[in-house]
Nanobody
Framework: QAQFVESGGGLVQPGGSLRLSCTVP????????MGWYRQAPGQQREYVAR???????MYADSAEGRFTITRDNAKNMIILQMNDMKPEDTAVYYC??????????WGQGTQVTVSS
């Protein structure tokens, strides 16, 4: 089963920035579009951004203009640069294939908290 390892979360003040990283198994990295997702307390997991194997990106409305998703092909990693962060960005962030199916497994995620 795929194993994604997310890192880079933490506590940041509103308006601040964080950079999340996700290590992806090589066979998945080279063959799949990848995405970032997040789950806030008491809410369902939601899509944040995705990137194709060719580097084409798409964003949820909540992330557009503030977040940037990239691929580090040398390290098999997916990066999410988050700027101008807001309290509503507080969530556990996960990476996975895009689209993701019910049979796909999830990593542990990384906690992001935006608070003053």
């Amino acid at each position: 089963q795929a194993q994604f390892v997310e890192s880079g979360g933490g506590l940041v003040q509103p308006g601040g920035s964080l950079r999340l990283s996700c290590t992806v198994p090589g066979n998945i990295f080279t063959s799949s579009s990848m995405g970032w997702y997040r789950q806030a307390p008491g809410q369902q997991r939601e899509y944040v951004a995705r990137i194709s194997t060719f580097g084409q990106t798409m964003y949820a409305d909540s992330a557009e203009g503030r977040f940037t998703i990239t691929r580090d092909n040398a390290k098999n990693m997916i990066i999410l640069q988050m700027n101008d962060m807001k309290p509503e960005d507080t969530a556990v962030y996960y990476c996975n294939k895009a689209p993701v199916y019910s049979t796909d497994t999830w990593g542990q995620g990384t906690q992001v908290t935006v608070s003053s």
